[in-house]
């Protein structure tokens, strides 16, 4: 489904949110809310009741501009395991961790009860303008494959715009090295490395998207540029633009527009990536989130704060 008309069907507390910097109290209906300026710019969904084959997890959703577009797709028809903004892994040590049929080397994509779980399990901090927490990557049988911790912050970026920050550790709950894969290490061509922090945007119409050095999702996908833009359009019409920062070291860009408005920070765009038994896999990706058509030759001004 798309986006629902704002603000849902979720209870809206977000009036009695307090102001930056103070605690809040646990939702009653377990959805998170992130504030700027006074205004609710996200949700974030900590316990979604979901069939186990649509990788549940926490996610981002709905994402909203300062002036309140939508900006992210969640259970879309077309994909319904994409779930707004959301970490989310196909192959984790042989479990599926993004939903939807696993693609098999030689048989393609097929139904197959390898699908886990990525669970919230404690708070560390919660305010207005922040979430941060643990949560376990399970695989089927509930075992702990991953531990992670995660921090979600949300700050003004000039009066038309905000900043989602997601940060935070991968670590191996194993023992062991923890093995990361793509339906493209998995053997499928055509660029499709996805997995890894994942935003289905919405769009009624085509989104453009480009980095500094090429435009047009061809180009982009499989790219390592420091920062990718899409520019979308929300129901109603409404313009917004998405800048994406945040490549870790071997991450790609994974782009599609065609098909659908997506966007991922790709762990293993065209080969596995390995979380180490001793060794965090840290990461901080940091989206702008903007009213209207960004003019691409502006985008570098607004990031360079960012990218020094």
């Known amino acids: ?60 959703h709905p994402v909203r501009t300062r002036a309140g577009v939508p900006v992210t797709d969640a259970l879309p028809a077309d994909h319904v395991w994409h779930l707004g903004a959301s970490l989310a892994v196909p192959d984790v040590d042989g479990t599926n961790l993004w939903g939807g049929r696993t693609y098999v080397r030689g048989s ?6 390898d699908h886990g779980a990525v669970a919230h399990t404690g ?7 922040r979430l941060d927490h643990d949560l376990a990557w399970r695989d089927r049988a509930g075992r702990p494959l991953l531990r992670e911790h995660r921090r979600l912050t949300a700050a003004p970026a000039g ?6 920050t997601v940060s935070g550790t991968l670590t191996s709950a194993t023992g062991a090295d923890v093995h990361l894969g793509s339906p493209a290490t998995n053997g ?3 660029g ?11 769009s009624d119409v085509e989104a453009r998207v480009w980095t500094g050095e090429a435009s047009g999702e061809e180009a982009v996908n499989g790219s390592a540029a420091p920062w990718l833009a899409l520019a979308g359009t929300g129901p109603g019409g409404d313009a917004y633009t998405l800048v994406f920062t945040g ?25 596995p990536a390995v979380v180490a038994a001793d060794t965090p896999r840290r990461h901080r990706y940091r989206v702008l989130v903007v009213d209207g058509h960004l003019d691409p030759a ?9 990218l020094r």
């Open 188 to 190: 499928r061509s055509g």
């Open 298 to 306: 502006t985008v570098p001004a607004r990031l360079a704060e960012v």
């Open 159 to 164: 009066d038309d715009a905000w900043w989602l």
């Open 247 to 271: 490549l870790g070291s071997g991450d790609r860009w994974f782009v599609r527009t065609a098909m659908y408005p997506g966007v991922c920070v790709a762990y293993a765009f065209d080969r």
């Open 123 to 129: 708070w560390r901090e919660r305010a207005a303008d």
């Open 1 to 60: 489904m798309t986006a629902a008309p704002w603000p849902g069907a979720v209870p809206d507390t977000a009036a009695a949110a307090p102001g930056a910097g103070h605690a809040v109290t646990p939702a009653s209906d377990g959805v998170e809310r992130l504030v700027v300026a006074g205004t609710e710019v996200a949700r974030y969904v900590l316990r979604p009741d979901l069939d186990p084959r649509h990788g549940p997890r926490p996610y981002l």
């Open 192 to 202: 499709a490395g996805y997995g890894g922090f994942f935003w289905r945007a919405v």
């Open 108 to 113: 393609g994509y097929t139904w197959r009860d």
